[in-house]
Nanobody
Framework: QVQLVESGGGPVQPGGSLRLSCAAS????????VGWFRQVPGRGREGVTC???????TYEDTIKGRFTISRDNAKNTVYLEMFNLKPADTAVYVC???????????????????????WGRGTQVTVSS
């Protein structure tokens, strides 16, 4: 079975930290770019950050310097470390994978669902006092 499963979300206070995981099964992530998106009702889906091989790029200015993406191919997992969380970070965080054979995904980080091969179901992050 091919799937991406996010974990690590939950309720946190402003200024807190979380580490989200995006674990792949049924395929290996080393051949894929992985992006993190966040979804808020009424605002739609926005790209947060993306990693192609061993580097990441941030595409959302409000999280710059607070979020870090990394990957561990041996564990078939990509991580999103989040620090100094703010209420505006509240969202469902979703990971997606796109084959590296398509080219440089992270330079543009497409938001169209069809542009990505696999999507997770998301994990809720709620930042409130």
């Amino acid at each position: 079975q091919v799937q991406l499963v996010e974990s690590g979300g939950g309720p946190v206070q402003p200024g807190g930290s979380l580490r989200l995981s995006c674990a792949a099964s049924g395929f290996t992530l080393d051949g894929f770019a992985v992006g993190w998106f966040r979804q808020v009702p009424g605002r739609g889906r926005e790209g947060v950050t993306c990693i192609s091989d061993n580097e990441g790029s941030t595409y959302e200015d409000t999280i710059k310097g607070r979020f870090t993406i990394s990957r561990d191919n041996a564990k078939n997992t990509v991580y999103l470390e989040m620090f100094n969380l703010k209420p505006a970070d509240t969202a469902v965080y979703v990971c997606a994978a796109r084959s590296l054979s398509y080219g440089n995904t992270c330079s543009r980080m497409p938001e169209a669902p069809a542009a990505w091969d696999f999507w997770g179901r998301g994990t809720q992050v709620t930042v409130s006092s």
